[in-house]
């Protein structure tokens, strides 16, 4: 049984971080009876913070609130504790939730918890995008900077290529599409996200330095792609982020 459930818990890492959040939430539906059967109560908290991982990004909101609510009011190990408190955090944010307490009390048990590099990279990386959600760019770069150097020195493509999306992002809402293109052009990633937020620096670039008898016409063009990009995304709150982007975007011209 620990044999199956490690063999669950890998598969839905991997899957997890391929951006594969239905196939991933089945193998840690799969390991968490393992887990409990074993009396591990620790290993099974671990497997349910990944499993409301999952439910954010299918999109299911509701429930992964409750499920972090409750894992962060039961006693945790530190670093299971940081884990559930940066992704609720990240959550809130999403959520358009203006709840500063849950910055706080994810920033504190990130850096009171055990110096578990892989897992802190990840927990800051949320953190991040949470500010990042929120307008606080120069904190999130903070919290990004060393979280994105490890994924890079560890060649982790998948977390590579997510950080670079958020501070991305951050570039856009700040009003540094230059940047921002400059930071997707070294992405190795075909995902929807990267080809939305292309779409968007390139739309920008275009109103900014464009011949401006074509300016408007080729930048609602891009903005549209991006748009497009995204269509069918789970995450709702994708759609209002999109959108405030591009109205900055046009704003700004």
């Known amino acids: 049984s620990a044999v199956t459930r490690t063999i669950e818990v890998i598969f839905g890492l991997c899957?997890?971080?391929r951006g594969r959040f239905v196939e991933a939430r089945a193998c840690f539906d799969k390991a968490l009876p393992l887990a409990r059967s074993l009396g591990d109560v620790h290993v099974a908290r671990a497997d349910e913070v990944y499993r409301a991982e999952c439910l954010i990004f299918e999109g299911r909101y509701g429930e992964a609130d409750a499920e972090?609510?409750?894992l962060c009011?039961?006693?945790l190990p530190p670093s299971t504790r940081a884990a559930a408190l940066a992704r609720r955090a990240f959550l809130l944010?999403?959520?358009v939730v203006d709840h500063p307490d849950a910055f706080r009390a994810a920033h504190q048990a990130i850096h009171a918890g055990p110096d578990v590099p892989f897992l802190r990279a990840?927990?800051?990386l949320y953190l991040a995008w949470s500010r990042v959600l929120r307008g606080a760019w120069s904190e999130a770069d903070m919290l990004l900077a060393p979280a994105e150097s490890y994924f890079r020195s560890?060649?982790?493509k998948p977390a590579v290529s997510l950080a670079a999306c958020i501070r991305a992002e951050s570039?856009?809402?700040a009003g540094k599409a230059d940047h921002a293109f400059r930071v997707l052009d070294g992405v190795d990633d075909a995902s929807d996200l990267v080809e939305a937020l292309r779409s968007l620096a390139a739309a920008r670039l275009c109103l900014e330095r464009g011949p401006p008898e074509t300016a408007m016409t080729r930048s609602s063009d891009l903005l549209a792609h991006a748009g497009a990009s995204m269509a069918g995304n789970p995450l709702h709150e994708w759609g209002l982020r999109a959108r405030a982007l591009r109205q900055a975007?046009?704003?700004a011209s």
């Open 15 to 17: 899957a997890l971080y």
């Open 68 to 70: 972090l609510s409750r």
């Open 73 to 75: 009011a039961e006693p």
């Open 93 to 95: 944010a999403l959520l």
């Open 122 to 124: 990840w927990d800051r």
């Open 154 to 156: 560890g060649g982790l």
């Open 171 to 173: 570039l856009l809402f």
């Open 249 to 251: 975007i046009l704003g």
